[in-house]
């Protein structure tokens, strides 16, 4: 059965307190997992932390912090990419600077949790956390990000964009998030755009060559689990000349909302006139750079 | 479950559920004067500690994972000379926060300046949103922080 994350759904007994393990090191947190499969990963404990009328934390039965894994909390750098350890906080990746960190990801990161919560909450945790499309998803998602999840005696990689699909790639008992990996590739333009209601995240990405478009990458983040992300149209605006046409950039914003209106029928008329006003923008903004 | 850990540099323990908020053990088990707690969800940033050299919420952190730990609040900067540095540096702003979130901003002053007496702008001011304020203006705090850290780079000779 998959591990079901969902970040505020704690399985907790307001009588027994929680049982808490505490590895030290990867191959430690692995065979605590396989001997415990119903077991929940605490990363930062902020999505899975709830509160009970008791005033206590409510912290599911069975949790395996990561907090003791000094190699989960590595983020390194190779030319192609950048990996961000599950125990790396969100103040820690913020840290590296805006000259490493895709500038998409960096303008997401002070959005992600409130300034007090920035120190202990994990980027991988925003990233499991089910059941809403977190913060960080959409602009991870537009960089081709993907993650490593391990058990005992394997590994495999998927796209965080599968992850969160729900397309049987959920982890299953005994598996955990260790590295998530952003690829640096060159884009031109990046934008991230929070509404300030937080209802829907804008991460767009292009990039120019020979006063064309060469690729462009359009991801909306709402309160679903999954993101808006019509990939035909980020093809066929690939290879397109600039300046768009402005009749060519109200098409695109129009497919945009038809999309946006299709994944979620209860979007207000606010909101997909939020998704076809950012549409636009972006697609103008390519013009005018 | 008995909890060891240090605070404001002295070894203390207690006996806590391991899910009970650190700021409500501080506040009525240990009797810290400074604690408060507000919205109790990590958003107000009324109840600050250090926590392990980082600052931090402490209604999001379980007893559990305080265990052999370091924590200190304002009372542990009390007679020292960084709160001196911290004072000089509002008074010299005219800054005067109110009862209420005097300790939460002391100490996250403290804790931006500690860790770097020149503090990147773009950082600073996401962290100094930390503790929420609708009474005096952000900007002025801001500028606050600034003049304790010129305190501190003066008395540390770091010009
Ligand atoms: C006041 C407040 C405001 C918030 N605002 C926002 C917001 O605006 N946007 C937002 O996106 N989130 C928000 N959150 C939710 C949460 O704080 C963030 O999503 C945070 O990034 C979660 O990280 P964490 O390390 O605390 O994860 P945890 O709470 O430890 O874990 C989150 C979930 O992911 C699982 N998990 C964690 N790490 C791994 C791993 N390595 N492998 C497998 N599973 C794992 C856990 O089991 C759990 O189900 C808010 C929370 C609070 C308390
Ligand atoms: S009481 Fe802890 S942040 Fe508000
Ligand atoms: S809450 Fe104290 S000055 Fe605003």
């Known amino acids: 059965m998959p591990q079901n994350n969902a970040g505020h759904a704690p399985e907790t007994s307001k009588r027994t307190s929680p049982r808490v393990y505490t590895p030290r090191s990867q191959s430690e947190l ?18 899975l932390s709830g509160l009970e009328d008791t005033g206590r934390l409510a912290i599911p039965a069975t949790v395996v912090a990561l907090y003791g894994v000094d190699d989960l909390r590595r983020i390194a750098r190779t030319d192609r990419y950048l990996e961000i350890g599950a125990n790396a906080t ?28 920035r120190t202990i909450a994990t980027l991988v945790g925003n990233v499991c956390v089910q059941g809403t499309t977190t913060t960080s998803v959409a602009p991870l998602i537009a960089l081709g990000s993907s993650i490593e999840i391990r058990r005992v005696g394997g590994s495999r990689w998927i796209t965080v964009q599968r992850f969160r699909s729900g397309e049987g790639a959920y982890l299953q008992p005994g598996e955990v998030v ?9 884009w031109d333009a990046q934008v991230y755009r929070p509404s300030e209601d937080g209802r829907i995240s804008f991460a767009a990405l292009a990039r120019r060559s ?34 768009l046409p402005d009749r060519d950039i109200r098409a695109a914003a129009e497919r945009m909302r038809n999309t946006a209106q299709a994944h979620d029928p209860g979007f207000s008329s606010f909101d997909l006139y939020r998704i076809e006003r ?9 013009t005018r750079r | 479950m008995r909890v060891r850990f240090t605070l404001n540099g002295k070894a203390v323990q207690v006996d806590a559920e391991p899910e009970a ?8 088990h240990l009797e810290i004067a400074s604690m408060r707690q507000d919205c109790s969800e990590g958003r107000c940033g009324s109840c600050l500690v250090i926590f392990e050299g980082i600052i931090v919420s402490s209604c999001m952190i379980p007893m559990f994972r305080v265990l052999g730990t370091e924590v200190v609040t304002i009372e542990g900067l009390f007679g020292s000379r960084d709160l001196r540095d911290i004072e000089r540096g509002f008074q010299s702003t005219g800054f005067e926060p109110c009862r209420y979130c005097a300790a939460p901003k002391t100490l996250l002053t403290h804790a931006i300046i500690s ?14 949103q930390a503790v929420r304020c609708r009474c ?3 900007q002025h705090f801001l500028e606050a922080i600034r003049n304790a850290a010129k305190q501190r780079r003066s008395r540390t000779r770091d010009i």
């Not at chain 1, 997992?33 to 999505?47: D, K, V």
Request: aromatic letters at 4%; one cysteine or more.
């Open chain 1, 30 to 47: 692995l065979q605590l997992l396989r001997r415990h499969p119903g077991s929940r990963i605490y990363a930062g404990g902020t999505a």
């Open chain 1, 90 to 117: 969100i103040r820690a990746v913020s840290r590296v600077g805006s000259n490493v960190i895709p500038k998409t990801l960096y303008d997401c990161l002070p959005h992600i949790v409130p300034p007090g919560l």
């Open chain 1, 178 to 186: 260790t590295r998530l990996r952003i690829p640096l590739s060159p």
């Open chain 1, 210 to 243: 020979k006063g064309g478009v060469d690729a462009v990458r359009i991801v909306i983040g709402t309160r679903l689990p999954e993101v808006i992300h019509n990939r035909e149209l980020d093809a066929e605006l690939t290879g397109r000349k600039l300046p």
């Open chain 1, 278 to 286: 950012l549409v636009s923008w972006f697609l103008r903004s390519l």
């Open chain 2, 21 to 28: 908020r650190l700021s409500d053990v501080l506040m009525h």
């Open chain 2, 115 to 128: 860790e770097n007496t020149r503090p990147r702008e773009e950082e600073l001011e996401v962290q100094a």
């Open chain 2, 136 to 138: 005096t203006s952000y």
